[in-house]
């Protein structure tokens, strides 16, 4: 066997594979368990992230460890692996005073707010009188997950991306980022 055969570009994603610090691109189709289609990137850019860093959920990021750019598969995701069961201590009724800003409130309509793990959605689930049912579970808490994905690239994290925890580019976070120095891609935050 010839050794010195070049197997493609080095460093470009082309050999890397998906594993801890790595920068990772991908296309994806997201269904519940009756087809639903919940969410995809097809026709927009491919989702990128840390890998490692927990910006997406666990059983989505450990079904992509290893991979390649090219690798094509799907993945069933149950709650647990997502996000998490519904919990009915987060469906709790309370004052529409609570709603500084807001004009109507109505059903179906969605929130931001602080929770002790950061900012969550809320969902308005009814409106009588005062009194606003709000339900604090993810959207999605509780449902199983099938996914179908396309690993567009892999690449080494750049250092900043590593001090950051998230990575950078054109677009790389919004304002709520929490990046904290100038490192040019959050507008100097």
Known sequence: MDRNIPTGPRGKGKNMHVAKNKVVSFDYTVRNMTGLLIDSSIGSEPLSYLHGSGDIIPGLEQALEGKSSGDSFSVTIEPQDAYGFRNDDLIMTISKDQ????????????????????????????????????????????????????VKDVRDARPEELEHGHIHGDSCCDDDCGCDDDCGCCGGK
Do not use: R, W, Y
């Open 99 to 150: 709603f500084a800003g807001a004009e109507k409130i109505e059903p179906g309509m969605q929130f931001q707010a602080e929770g002790p793990s950061g900012v969550q959605v809320i969902t308005v689930k009814q409106v009588e009188g005062n009194n606003v049912t709000i339900d604090a579970n993810h959207p999605l808490a509780g449902e199983t997950l099938k996914f179908d994905i396309t």
